[in-house]
């Protein structure tokens, strides 16, 4: 049976990026070895590395002066090492989830901490409005988390404040059109919309670093990575290369504005679908708030009782990764840039088909 | 042409390891999902972690009281984590090239630093004698590096001094037994011994964490991740189920006793064929400190101009990655336990063809 992937991440990649990544893992660069098992300082992985960063550049208009690396470790690792290169007196942050949570958690050890916005104690149901103009210039800089994957939520345009962005992108980025300028900093753990687990973009405006007092562990330094080219230490090679398959694939596709528009209909489809449903209900209580990445949505209270029932009757039609958080509960439908709308749509029939039923 | 894959890492694994990978690409347990897919929260997956940790316990014999970690990064993020958990006031260290080096850097960052021993003055060209002894009992612990890839040489006895033990055994765990209870830490970058470059592996004793007073960053604090069981972010999902495969592979071999059989056999065969050669000599001066996991040489002075023909020769026939580190220059033959007795067997031949020629 045709399998329909909703996972939130690892998740769903390309056609085009299996099937080239299962190549490679044979025969890579035809070499005659595995992907597996070559030098990263082999030519033919330098230029693996070369392409993908040139693309990530290419698709988010990257700037001049900006460097993109290829780290090991994880987006959480990014928490600590975001403050410990840029955090030298103030930073301030939105509060929209757990990731948000974590990364405020630890920029703590590093300085001050000013909070803006929280939406923690109405469980990160919305965005909360008016954050932006509580930011005030004297932060080095702000930080926000631009989809959380957890609670449905996502801000889609850059926040326009009086200092320099910081952004974790680890579950939106490639699916809108970034203005990378007014960032010191964004990454994004690649599992979500680039590649499997095991990498994590950053993109880092050079200029912005080296401007604290502290000592830097070599490998938390960012300054390592650039002058080194993502090469101080092996990088993950396999996921760099997976990574590589997929930009060119969405090159091919027409870009971030191609892909933002396919991403804006599925999401839509499913939204409709629940928004005109007698018994789902999305948990996301604003709609300019809403992610269209991570749909979460839960039966109204009258069907509570049969969500396992939905999860047993959607699973047997081939959907996968639908159960929603163990912190919202309920449903959650990724919608990853490498999932069709066919998906969408089979999740909506059998939404529909259900309803029919009960 | 068969190719003969000698590269120092990433570098061969078993063809076990590249075909079961390659088809977990295309279809993992059976799922309909390619493995760069899936949660690493599906039960799929955490049966896949479980045992990969239990098959670790089981071929180095670890002790109860000390955890198994898979986590990203790279062995030179082990670099500060080791001190940011274990260093209170002093370590000591040996200095036997570039890995040590770099722990040793890092460590300064933390406390008080006592290098034994170094060969640094003499290219690093052998393991100092005598340098267990100078270790006192006022450590929190005594670090070494048991193999140096770059320079050839090996310490394959766990020292005997009146401390605890870390060791960085990227290059050669998996080739000898070792004492594990002697140790507060061992770590190992996966990409020599056990699988795609992406994981560390983690040993350490779990009564040993927690007794410094410094904070520590939530994702460098190793008790995160022995709380989580190495979930408390994604792990890097892939390079964990090829390691699974090599763990699997080593236990139906024999497991370490004849891994290290096998070693010690590839080894004194490449070392005879060089001690007995006109025109080839080791570049490691005292034989008991020789690395049988990386062997470096050289051209003897009057045949030097010919290294790079043999390199030209040696490819030809199929020889991959036996370019020497820039460092040492010559060449570096890495006989990693994936690697067959065949390919040294053909890289002596094209010694010995070599050597009648000119």
Not at 89 to 94: M, V
Not at 207 to 234: E, Q, W
Not at 306 to 327: C, D, N, Q, W, Y
């Amino acid at each position: 049976m045709k399998k329909h992937n909703f996972y939130a991440g690892p998740s769903i990649l390309s056609q085009y990026t299996i099937k080239n990544t299962a190549d490679a893992v044979l025969n890579f660069a035809d070499m005659g070895l595995s992907i597996l098992e070559i030098s990263h300082r082999s030519k033919q992985f330098q230029a693996v590395i070369d392409e993908a960063t040139a693309l990530v550049k290419e698709l988010l208009e990257v700037p001049a002066g900006y460097s993109v690396l290829w780290l090991g470790g994880g987006a959480s690792m990014q928490f600590c090492m975001i403050p410990y290169n840029f955090l030298r007196t103030k930073a301030s942050f939105i509060d929209t989830g757990t990731w948000a949570h974590n990364a405020i958690k630890e920029a703590k050890l590093f300085g001050e901490v000013d909070v803006v916005a929280s939406s923690e104690a109405e469980h990160y149901t919305f965005i909360p409005k008016g954050f932006a103009e509580k930011v005030t210039a004297d932060n080095d800089y702000f930080y926000y988390t631009s989809n959380n994957t957890i609670y449905g939520t996502e801000i889609r345009k850059d926040p326009d404040v009086p200092c320099r962005l910081i952004s974790d992108m680890s579950s939106d980025i490639f699916s809108r059109p970034v203005d990378v300028a007014k960032y010191d900093a964004i990454f994004a753990g690649a599992q979500k919309n680039l590649a499997p687990a095991g990498v994590t973009i950053v993109i880092v405006r050079d200029d912005a670093l080296g401007h604290v007092d502290r000592p830097i562990p070599t490998m938390l330094d960012y300054r390592t990575h650039v002058k080194k080219g993502s090469m101080f230490n092996t990088p993950p090679v396999l996921p760099i290369y997976s990574a590589l398959q997929t930009l060119k694939y969405y090159k091919e596709l027409g870009g971030i504005k191609e892909l933002e528009r396919r991403d804006l209909e599925k999401a839509a489809l499913l939204y409709d679908a629940i928004d005109s449903s007698r018994m789902f209900v999305g948990t996301v209580t604003d709609p300019a708030g809403r992610s269209i990445m991570n749909v979460c949505f839960v039966m109204k209270p009258e069907y509570k009782e049969l969500e396992p029932a939905f999860i047993e009757f959607a699973t047997e039609r081939g959907m996968v990764g639908i159960k929603g958080h163990r912190s919202v509960g309920g449903f959650r439908a990724s919608l990853y840039n490498a999932l069709p709308i066919e998906s969408v749509r089979a999740l909506v029939d059998c939404m529909n088909e259900f309803q029919k039923l009960h």
